[in-house]
Each structure stands twice: as structure tokens, then as C-alpha cells.
């Protein structure tokens, strides 16, 4: 950790973080970690299960280099639902519970007694700083798994600085929002943190404070299309949008081509069981992508996308392990299709499969092709169960335009006649106001 300490005390007066209207350098930022420091040396001993409860800010991040320096395994919480948090405190084993009232912080005791999880043990004996992430939850109890942080801070050791304002949109308990976090640090860029996510919230702020780099999901994206907001406001600083966590419409990135063709586009892709993998969009107009991490091992398997990691975790703290393979290799989920020249694209995830009658439908092709229509803003595709067929196809549009649920129906069919198997043209079509998906932005499916 003494390296990333030293880059931030080393580039003082530069600014670091946006957050709230007031801006801090980094020299504030040392400062503060050594503040928090101070105070946790009396209350927090090397080794505990601190949980913070937290979302993004100038203290929660201070706060969180200073546990990471105190050798802490830190569990980032930012729900503020009160049964989500008593659930991850336990299934966490955190021994204390930190939250923050501005800058003040609190510090309680969880009372979490019994035996610690082997891994907890592993890593507090090794001296080294750890890391508890949950999964979403939406098949099931939500997963935690335990990661060594130091060895995956360690792999933005050698970043270059820079001069750029990113935003910070992903959330602290995600690991798309700590890789932003590690990279601006490691870089010395400004980390700019919204205090509210709608889209022209988003499209407001990025214009106030000169945004060059904007990660988002596809889902946020299509929103900020759908509000116009961006057509009032100066967003010409952005340099780039990258994009992940689930797949990308093709042709949705067509549409966001048309309204920003000066930015480049640049999908990520990562696991909160391997990290963010660093790789390489074909172009900006592709959903194509090259792997081309040095810490990372990938195959294909029977169509899925399988990652082997130097940065993946330790394992779970309560689920089994498998999803991994005795020598090591993560079994994302993700079904993937190649190119010859070794690219590969995400088309959906196994979970999402649709069963019609033995035929496999994927949502994210179905979903590519609706959005093709002018009359569909948005749109999400699911499975509706069926006694004949065990399921049908399913699916919520936003119309950008009104008219009556049957209509768009028969226009749906006539449309997708010749650019989909009979199989994948969905049955069922329900008109809504907003498609289904999570506060991180990320598609739900029923």
C-alpha cells in the first residue's frame, strides 16, 4: 500500500476529488488518511472485518485508504436498506461497523461472536489488507467473497499520471467503481462524485465540472438518450464513455454513436470474483472485444467465457466454490461468440436463457434487433412461463411514441419476421413507462 500513499502525498496540490460543490487536492487527501488513521489506531485493531457504511465521498475514501493501511479487510456497504445491512455485517463476520456523518466518524461494534471464516484467518496472518464484496442477490442469498486487496491494488502500480476529470458513477460496494477508484489514484486524476444519478442530474454535472472520462452501463446510457438531456447541455469534454456490466444492444451502441460521434467508446469487462479485466474494443463502433490483461488466463468452454486471474478471490465466506474449476478457472456465466482474429463479444449470460419448447433464446439479440424500431425507446426481454412450450418469450417496450399495446404487437412481428427465427419473436408484449432495472443500473429480468 506505501506506494499508492506516496503517489497521493506526491501529488499534493493537484486536484483529487469533486464531491458536494467543494473540491479537495490531494495534499487534503493525505492528510485526512492520516487523520482517520490516527483515530482507528485506537479503536480498530490490524486484522478486524470493518464494515463502512457508506456510499462515495471525500471522507468515505479517506477513510478507506486508511483502513487498507491499517491491514483491515473492509466491507463496503452502500445500501441503506437496514435488513441489507444487518445480513452483510453477518455474513461478513465484521467486527466493527463504521459510518460517517460528514467527516465525523462513528465507530461500533457489531457483535458478531464465533469462530472466523479460514480465509479471514489466512489473511490476517499474512498481515495483508483484505477486501468483502457481495454479489447483487437476484438468485438468491447475496454471495461474499473475500479478496487479498493489497495484490489487487498492486496491479495499478505502474499507471501513468494524468490530467483528466473522471466521474465516479459506479458504487463503493461494486468492483467496477473501486477499479475507477485504484485507476484515478494510481494516475493522479480528479474523481468527480454525483450526488444523484438521474440522467439529466448526470448530463448537469458533467457539464459544471468538465467530465473527460464517463463509466456507465448500457442501461444508464440508453437513458440518457431517452431524456434528451444531453442535446441542452455542453458535454464536450467527454473524451470517452466506457461502458459494462452487462451486455451492449448492438444497435443501441449505434444510436449513442450517432449522438456522440467524437467520443470513443470502450467496453470493460470484469467480475467482482476476478476483477475488471483490462481489455481492448475492436473499435469504438464494436461490441467486439480483445482480452489482453497480463494477470489474466482466459477460454471458451461449450460457449462460456472462462477467466483465470491473479487478482480472483480467496474464495467465499458462504457458498461453495463451484463455480470454479479444481485448477483455478472462474466460470463467468457469460456466453460469448469469437472472431478469428481473437475477439470475442458478450451475447448474454446462462441465467438468462429462454427455453422455447428445447429452442435457446437470447435476450440480448432479440433486445438488439427491437431497438432497431423506431417506435421502441427502450426495451427488456425476459421468459414468461408456458404449459405447452415451458416458456415464451417476453417482452417490456417503451414506446417512443403512444399507441395501443396491439399495435406495437403487429408491428413487432412484421419487423422482426425476417431477422429472427419465428422461435425468438416474442409473444407476450407489455407496454410500459420504464423497463425493470437495479439501482446500479443494470437490466432486471423476471
Known sequence: MNWLLEKIRVFGDKKAIIHEDTIYTYKELFEAITRYKEQIDFSIQRGDVVAIVSDYSFACIALFLSLIENRNIIVPIATTVESEIAERLLESHADKKAT??????????????????????QL??????GLILFSSGSTGKPKAMIHNLNTLIDTYQNKKTRTLTFL??????????????FNALSMGVTIAIPSKRAPEDICDFIEKYKINVLPASPTFLNLILMSEAYKNKDLSSIMMITYGTEPMPDNLLVRLKEAFPRIKFLQTFGTSETGIVQATSKTSSSTYMKIDDPNIE????DGELWLRSKTQVLGYLNYSMERFTE?????????????EDGYIKIIGRNSEIINVGGQKVLPAEVESVLLQMPEIAD??????????MGQI???DVVLAEEMPAQEIKRRILIFCRDKLD??????KVNVVSRTNFSDRFKKIRK
Open 422 to 427: 419465428r422461435y425468438k419473436i416474442p409473444v
Open 298 to 301: 482466459y477460454k471458451i468452454f
Open 327 to 339: 485448477d483455478g478457472w472462474f466460470k463467468t456465466g457469460d456466453l460469448v461468440e469469437t472472431t
Open 379 to 388: 426495451c427488456t426481454v425476459y421468459g414468461g412461463e408456458n404449459p405447452i
Open 124 to 129: 490476517k496472518n499474512k498481515g495483508s489488507a
Open 393 to 395: 418469450g417476453v417482452v
Open 100 to 121: 460517517l456523518c460528514g467527516d465525523q466518524l462513528k465507530i461500533d461494534k457489531t457483535g458478531n461472536a464465533g469462530e472466523k471464516h479460514y480465509l479471514i484467518k
Open 168 to 181: 465516479l458513477f459506479l458504487m463503493f460496494d461494486h468492483i467496477g467503481g473501486l477499479n475507477t477508484l
